[in-house]
């Protein structure tokens, strides 16, 4: 068991390893930092003061090694653009983006998971056919069209939730959360149906093809002789078994749905840290590119390891293995 | 095998082919490829098609910017779907701006399948050190989004370039970025196909005649292994598309003087709230289209060329 985890941890090491690598190389090696950071009239010592403070001077391996120490402590240098520590641009985004993600995230279950149960149960059903045709155009409207509708219908015509910003927010310690207030609530719902949307389509379609599965399993055909009732075996013996792979799923997907806010974050304008990487590739800003980076890889990187580890500890044959 | 004795004429074959069997009988597919044909054909004429030339600023008037579709109130016959801010003519500005979502998906793919062709046929045939260099490779980039992937590549070449050839190297920029992201998936198909086809009896009796292994690798295991590649390409495609909007939508794309269908729906999107909801719909519904006709027949396309489901 200890030997299991202590070689699944030194894998996610190695990969962060390599993303640094990666992120360090942008960092070094793309635009010149001097050029970005000083004015277009500053003197050959102004540069060569700058050139020492950033330690340019040093070997790559040596820089390398500060980048990786920098990376641990969560400094990532100063934005090109906005001349600001970027672990406080990034520290003052965070919550906007957990809080849309989480949001997103409890929508596409409360509405994915009924629907899937429902077509699996009733695969002939019109109500099915209608929610498979619904699925398929899901999957080939791009997100922020979706967006883009539904700003349309309840912004402009119906004026009832707001179209950008966060509302009002709360300040808890260094977070800032919009939980608390109404306006900072009617603010999340466009953005969280949005980046839900297509999560939703998703969750459905494996709820669906999970539950058709267990339901011609053994198990439950015996539970059918036993004379229990449909709703005993549905819920009682199917579901629970259903939910499983899906919980898995779900959670690999909250680090893509990450990703995903990026484009919700721009046509909601929400002050997020999507928001905050698409201007940073606008504008060729490497040291807030190469920290977002590392940040959802090490997200990827933890939601990985978290499933590998919850896999072991629930299923027995994994343990008996090794 | 024997030779036939009146080989039928290609077209004929065709015509009397499973494939184009069970074309012919799904009309759905039917449907969708002749929406995707009208689009495809539509954009490929825009120039002597369209109403107005939506570059040639002399023609635009202010006097006629804004304008709802033609069959609105207050509409004008010159202009079906309206006008924009500008007064440039929407369908105009579609018919251009699928022109190019069209030619970046295209060549996007054409370069990503021959990229991932080649990389797939060396790593299956050959195994080895390469296979694992490429393997690993695509592992790294198979477990982060697509669209990520796409937008930290355009993020980084954006970095390299100076700044005022950003506008001008979009299109390249952008074609880039989808082959490098999408290459992959062609790559580990090919790969794992071409690891089956190494040891059938074809290829051995070829490596025994003498035949070099590219040979081999193009003119013998290359035809047995495009089947899956030709539905990935057509997948790929309504993905390219997307992709090439999304990152334009995002305003890493095309720039708004030589616009895309992701780039007007950009623009469109900044007038949502004064009402003239024509400039963003217009061509949000042609690209929606679009990508699901293509969609729709690669779907198709992915059951026909299953063996399992025949």
């Known amino acids: 068991m200890i030997a299991f985890i202590l070689r699944r941890l030194i894998q996610s090491v190695v990969v962060m390893l390599a993303v640094a690598l990666i992120a360090f190389t942008m960092f070094r090696f793309i635009g010149d930092p001097v050029n970005s950071m000083l004015p277009e009239n500053a003197t050959v010592q102004d540069r060569q003061k700058l050139r020492d403070r950033l330690g340019l001077n040093e070997t790559v391996s040596v820089q390398f090694a500060r980048f990786v120490s920098g990376a641990v402590q969560g400094e990532f240098g100063i934005s090109y653009r906005n001349k600001r520590p970027v672990s406080d641009m990034i520290a003052e985004r965070l919550p906007a983006t957990l809080e849309l993600v989480f949001a997103a995230a409890i929508f596409s279950l409360l509405l994915g998971v009924p629907m899937g149960i429902y077509t699996a149960l009733h695969p002939k059903g019109i109500i099915s056919n209608f929610l498979n045709v619904a699925s398929l155009i899901g999957i080939s409207v791009p997100t922020f069209v979706t967006g883009i509708l539904l700003i349309l219908v309840f912004s402009v015509w119906l004026n009832w939730l707001p179209s950008f910003g966060r509302g009002d927010t709360v300040q808890i310690g260094w977070w800032s959360t919009g939980f608390l207030t109404l306006s900072g609530i009617k603010?999340?719902?466009?953005?969280?149906?949005?980046?839900?949307?297509?999560?939703?389509?998703?969750?459905?379609r494996l709820v669906r093809a999970e539950m058709m599965e267990v339901l011609r399993s053994d198990f439950i055909r015996f539970a059918r002789a036993r004379g229990l009732t449909n709703r005993a075996v549905h819920f009682g013996h199917a579901l629970g078994n259903t939910l499983m792979p899906v919980i898995t799923i779900v959670g690999l997907q909250l680090g893509?749905?990450?990703?995903?806010?990026?484009?919700?974050?721009?046509?909601?304008?929400?002050?997020?840290?999507?928001?905050?990487?698409?201007?940073?590739?606008?504008?060729?800003?490497?040291?807030?590119?190469?920290?977002?980076?590392?940040?959802?890889?090490?997200?990827?990187v933890v939601i990985n390891m978290i499933v590998d580890l919850l896999y072991f500890a629930i299923d027995p044959r994994l343990s008996a293995q090794s | 095998m024997a030779l036939d004795a009146h080989p039928k004429p290609r077209l004929k074959a065709f015509v009397q082919s499973d494939l184009f069997y069970s074309?012919?009988?799904?009309y759905v597919t039917v449907a969708a490829t002749l929406v995707a044909l009208f689009i495809i054909a539509a954009a490929f004429l825009a120039p002597w098609i369209a109403?107005?030339?939506?570059?040639?600023?002399?023609?635009?008037?202010?006097?006629?910017?804004?304008?709802?579709p033609a069959w609105a109130e207050d509409g004008d016959p010159r202009f079906l779907l309206g006008?924009?801010?500008q007064g440039r003519d929407v369908l105009s500005a579609i018919l251009y701006g699928s022109r190019i979502s069209l030619a970046v998906g295209f060549v996007s793919v054409a370069l990503a399948m021959a990229i991932g062709i080649v990389v797939g046929l060396i790593s299956g045939y050959f195994g080895g050190a390469i296979d694992a260099f490429f393997m690993r490779i695509a592992d790294v980039m198979l477990s982060f989004p697509t669209i990520l992937v796409a937008l930290l590549v355009s993020g980084i070449v954006r970095g390299i370039l100076p700044r005022e050839m950003h506008d001008n190297a979009a299109l390249v920029v952008l074609v880039f970025a989808i082959t490098i992201t999408t290459w992959v998936q062609y790559a580990r198909t090919v790969r794992s196909s071409t690891?089956?086809?190494?040891?059938?009896?074809?290829?051995?009796?070829?490596?025994?005649?003498?035949?070099?292994p590219f040979a081999i690798l193009f003119s013998h295991i290359l035809p047995n292994v495009m089947g899956p590649v030709l539905v990935i390409a057509t997948i790929n495609l309504a993905m390219a598309i997307l992709i090439e909007a999304t990152l334009s939508f995002l305003g890493v794309g095309m720039p708004p003087t030589n616009p895309s269908l992701g780039t007007l729906i950009r623009v469109g999107n900044e007038y949502l709230f004064s009402g003239i909801w024509w400039v963003v719909i217009f061509p949000s519904l042609t690209l929606v289209t679009l990508v699901l006709a293509v969609n729709l027949l690669g779907d198709w396309l992915r059951d026909a060329l299953n063996p399992k489901l025949r």
């Open chain 1, 187 to 204: 603010s999340l719902v466009l953005p969280a149906v949005m980046l839900g949307l297509f999560q939703v389509t998703l969750i459905m």
């Open chain 1, 256 to 300: 893509s749905m990450i990703a995903f806010a990026i484009i919700t974050e721009t046509v909601f304008q929400w002050p997020g840290m999507g928001l905050l990487f698409i201007q940073a590739v606008t504008f060729a800003d490497i040291p807030v590119m190469s920290a977002y980076l590392v940040l959802v890889a090490l997200v990827f």
């Open chain 2, 23 to 26: 074309f012919r009988t799904s």
């Open chain 2, 51 to 68: 109403p107005h030339n939506p570059f040639d600023v002399s023609t635009l008037s202010l006097w006629d910017s804004e304008l709802p």
């Open chain 2, 83 to 85: 006008t924009d801010n």
């Open chain 2, 195 to 212: 690891m089956v086809e190494r040891s059938r009896e074809y290829v051995y009796a070829a490596q025994l005649v003498g035949r070099r």
